[in-house]
DNA sequence: GTGAAAGCGCTAACAG
DNA sequence: CTGTTAGCGCTTTCAC
């Protein structure tokens, strides 16, 4: 029925079935003034019955907008990530926009190389989840006033932080949170599974921790912390020396939901029980967090509404090409009591528990 | 240092700069015969100096190559698909490509939707992991050999199917390996938790188990097969049913580990034990079914190489621009024993278990 | 309201 | 080996 390879209509076919030029096709079609009504309904009618699509690559060409935005992330399948890129690009697509996917892990240089390929694709604007305190592309960025968004991390440069538009949340009270809650439960010696240092959910969580803990009389104590690199496997193996320790902690605060299903694991292992032997609080609120027999206690950073409002920031900076009027969105976090806290065994020691 | 706003440099600029034409330029810096190895180097050192960065969207326009592709995914939440994702996004990049991520769901309109788009955006190329039986726009991406791909699930379209590239694990088997396994510990009474039955997933998988109960001697029985669509919330409900049933089964096959998961809730909230009252097996290995306390005996489809391989035949497909020379791709599955369905209890019944 | 003409940056024929 | 010419499909002045 249809002829096989009908090269695609463009406006120059509809102008000329139409009897006009394509300037008034374009102008039409893009809703813009400067048509009769008469004749835009006309070229709508042909556009329709000669089934146009436009080419957006030639438009890109000429209005250097293409719709679309890049997303920068650590590791999709790390399952903090997915329900991040969900929100990410379904945004985006309510927004008209598709998102390019770029799975970078912390890799500078592979960093750098996907962002010279999107800028040379025309993207939009950036939306980065993988942002290191060192990266190096940052700043160039700025002085370009290329729109981008750092969401979940964000990254502080003197003199320029104004013009970093981040969405976070508040990772020094989220972490403070977790380690009063472990305090007010009646724990003295926590360990604290600590993400990459270069990042500054990391940085943050573990100041915020840290102020939890000189908050409620414990002195933190360096050996306390271990680096983990969010990753899963290296909390296993910390906890493993952590429950090797002659006064071994009663209590992990992991920095990520990932690092602590590791610590768990090693608990585990070790014979011991979550949570009446260890105690054990997370971050992020991942799914498998609220599993029957995981059930984690742990700190809800909205994952969703980071990706929503990013996106959003986004859009607007570049559709408006203004500064942005809002740079940094902070959200609050929540303490997510489940069982591996052990709340739900005896609650907060009452000579713990003061008013907030 | 950096001049601000430097319009960027073209090949235009690099051949001023050399002294030849912009066509020299371009062949030279594509790597294309027919420049002098000196000017060749010229053109090169010229091209770092002015930081010269090719304008992808002016490519594509002219030679109808975008080195994007389009990823077609039901829900990128859903902890099945990240790993299918990460695959694809890096086997693509290593092959120059990038990816851009349509979280589409089941839904129709919205498919045809995004598939203009991409295809207005001049993608070469589409994978997709959210075929449907009727999905109404195959058979004109055939009939345009427009390149593409049915990952995980494929499509049968009568007279055209070996035009029809799929990448896929061997569901029937999967499926059927499942159940006898079930059947050699000793149950008679499976409850099946059925996909979406517009999937060749669930097709196969439904086969495949009913074929393995005839070959086991147990007549299929259509009060025990539930149609949950995929859906942890709907697996829960279909399983509470189950347990309310007079002669309740004493087994379930999960055709995914989501729906598995949600098996498993709705058996620990009735008060049973998995796998002492009840066994379970999934489908897929997605990373939580490994945890200690799921410990989900299932069916691992090697997602990673689903996603491999899917990519390399596309890029194949675009590259050689021919008909495919391999069209099917079928993987053999593999039955991963954990806790959940009680084999490491009480083994196979010796009366049971036949030479294969 | 509409049209003519130019051009975004690159590649592809074809000539020399 | 290199240059000339044209044009991908669209948008955008600037005239009329």
Redesign the pocket.
């Known amino acids: 029925m249809q002829e096989s390879k009908p090269?695609?209509?463009?406006?120059?076919?509809?102008?000329q079935a139409?009897?006009?030029?394509?300037?008034?096709?374009?102008?039409?079609?893009?809703n813009?003034?400067?048509?009769?009504?008469?004749?835009?309904e006309k070229i709508f009618r042909l556009a329709e019955t000669l089934n146009?699509?436009?080419?957006?690559?030639?438009?890109s060409?000429?209005?250097?907008?293409s719709y679309t935005l890049g997303l920068f992330m650590k590791n999709i399948a790390d399952p903090f990530y997915p329900q991040l890129a969900k929100s990410i690009s379904e945004t985006a697509n309510d927004c008209g926009y598709n998102v390019i996917l770029c799975n970078v892990g912390d890799d500078v240089d592979l960093k750098v190389k996907h962002l010279k390929i999107l800028r040379g694709k025309g993207v939009d604007g950036i939306i980065f989840t993988t942002m290191l305190d060192d990266d190096p592309y940052v700043i160039q960025l700025i002085e370009e006033s290329f729109p981008f968004v750092t969401a979940v991390r964000h990254i502080h440069i003197n003199g320029m932080n104004d013009q970093i538009v981040s969405v976070t949340v508040d990772n020094f009270s989220g972490a403070y949170q977790a380690i009063q809650h472990l305090y007010r439960l009646g724990h003295d010696r926590i360990g604290i599974i600590a993400g990459d240092e270069r990042t500054s959910t990391m940085v943050d969580r573990t100041a915020g921790a840290g102020q939890a803990l000189l908050d409620c009389g414990i002195e933190p104590d360096g050996k306390m912390i271990a680096k983990c690199n969010y990753s899963r496997k290296l909390a296993m193996a910390a906890t493993r020396d952590f429950l090797a320790m002659k006064y071994r902690p009663s209590a992990f605060f992991a920095e990520d939901d990932t690092m602590a299903i590791g610590v768990r694991e090693a608990v585990l292992k070790a014979g011991l029980r979550i949570p009446e032997d260890i105690a054990l609080v997370g971050f992020d609120d991942i799914d498998v967090a609220g599993i029957t027999g995981i059930e984690l206690t742990t700190i809800n950073q909205q994952i969703i509404e980071i990706g929503r409002l990013s996106v959003n920031l986004l859009v607007d900076r570049i559709e408006k090409k203004s500064a942005p009027l809002v740079s940094k969105i902070v959200l609050q976090p929540e303490l997510v009591i489940r069982k591996s806290c052990g709340f739900h065994l005896k609650g907060y020691r009452t000579d713990r528990v003061r008013v907030k």
Do not use: M
């Open positions: 090269t695609k209509t463009t406006i120059k076919d509809i102008a139409a009897g006009v030029t394509p300037t008034t096709v374009s102008l039409a079609l893009n813009r003034p400067g048509v009769s009504k008469k004749t835009r146009y699509e436009p080419n957006f690559t030639a438009r060409l000429r209005s250097k907008r």
